[in-house]
């Protein structure tokens, strides 16, 4: 072997072991002095992205190298509508960066629209705000020409608003239709007239005594006069006109002449004797009666 084919064999073996001893010294340094720098270049702890709104939790998300993603929204009763109430991965988990990162959105608190209750009865009313988990307050009347009287017509609030849970809801009741017929309040106290009108939604107007009607004893003094008249179309609230006159006893109704016997019939009055230009009219004779013991008629009362 010549030298030159050994001055070339040993700058080939100096040159491995140069570079095997670099490549050796560069792993020892990152594995041993530099730990986290092959780790933040290819991955990163995701952050904590709970509560915040959703663009700021997109803003966040960028910064760590992460694209946000929506999955969807759920009803949240202690987060406000459009903050973040839940990501995957969760906060400080290791993910690469270029990653996606998912979060759950609030809707809000649990929100509930109010039903159309109009016809129904008020237990059935009540019964369905109860199963969505709201509560019914005692009803209210108003009139109605189209629902029938004690029928649902409506609710407080009204339908198709939403509400949160355990929120009262007053239903509005039919009263009936806006008109009714007039009731009869004559012979009644101005007291129980008061009642009666009360009870069919009316009020009492102008009263007017009758002139002459007993003040001194409140028992004899009734409704003699309404306006409207009984049975007329009156609208509910209306105020009526009554007029007070004095109670009349069925004994003077019955009998308004007491020297008169109920049996007495007026004796039709017989023509007088002897009258200018009337003749006297002639009585035909009674045929006798032999059960009665009225004796035949003899030769003497025969006219022929």
Known sequence: MTSRGVTWQVVLALAL??????????????????????????????PDLSGRELEDGRSQA????????ESGRLA???????????????PDFYLPRGDTVRVVVSRGPVRTAIPRL?????????????????SATPPRREFSNLHPEGAVVGSVPPVGSTVGPGTAVTLILSGGGSFLPMPDVRGLSLAAARDTLDVHTLTVG??????????????????????????????????????????????????????????????????PTGAPGRAPVEQP????????????????????
């Open 76 to 90: 949240w009763e202690d987060v406000e509508e459009g903050r973040i109430v839940y990501q995957i991965p969760p």
């Open 118 to 134: 109009e016809g129904l009865q008020p237990a059935l009313a009540a019964s369905i705000l109860h199963g969505l988990g709201l």
């Open 206 to 271: 102008e009263v007017r005594t009758v002139r002459g009607a007993p003040t001194a004893n409140e028992g004899r003094v009734v409704v003699s006069a309404q306006n409207p008249q009984p049975g007329q179309r009156i609208r509910r609230g209306s105020a009526v006109r009554l007029e007070l006159g004095e109670r009349v006893s069925r004994a003077r109704e019955a009998a308004p002449d007491m020297g008169r016997t109920p049996d007495a019939r007026p004796t039709p009055a017989e023509p």
């Open 285 to 304: 004779a009674r045929p006798a009666d032999p059960e009665a013991g009225d004796p035949p008629p003899s030769d003497e009362d025969t006219p022929f």
């Open 17 to 46: 072991a140069t570079l095997g001893a670099g490549g050796i010294g560069y792993l020892a340094v990152q594995l041993f002095y530099l730990p986290e720098t092959l780790a933040d270049q290819r991955v990163a702890r995701v």
């Open 62 to 69: 960028e910064a760590s190298g992460y694209e946000l993603v």
